[in-house]
């Protein structure tokens, strides 16, 4: 997911939450309509959040170090040996690198590595 596409769905979620906020207070006989408005709009915040957390490297978040291709790990570090190849690829769109994604099947933590 693009940097400008995750900020829009951040946006909108924001924005349908507050409408909700605004039509409780305004007329109190929209609540239950708009209770659905501030719950969707969170959970459209909270899926972006973790659709990020999804893919991020966590060894790279210790590190503080920049990420590889697309945000994945770097070809040249070794994995730990705990994380298994899956047969999920993709093309990441901002380097054009098809990434391989990699999973612990005891955590289901998933990483991805740039293929060569």
Do not use: C
């Not at 997911?1 to 207070?25: D, E, F, N, Y």
């Not at 990020?52 to 966590?58: A, G, L, P, V």
């Amino acid at each position: 997911m693009g940097t400008a596409l995750r900020v829009v769905l951040i946006v909108a979620g924001l924005a349908a939450m507050v409408l909700g906020i605004v039509a409780m207070v305004s007329n109190p006989a929209l609540a239950p309509a708009a209770l659905w408005w501030v719950a969707l709009g969170g959970l459209l915040v909270v899926a972006v959040a973790a659709e990020r957390q999804r893919y991020r490297s966590e060894a790279a978040e210790r590190k503080n170090a920049p990420a590889g291709p697309g945000g994945g790990e770097r070809p040249s570090e070794p994995l730990e040996p705990r994380f298994r190849p899956t047969n999920e690829v993709f093309l990441d769109p901002t380097s054009g690198h098809r990434m391989r994604v990699l999973v612990d099947p005891s955590t289901g933590e998933r990483r991805y590595v740039a293929e060569a």
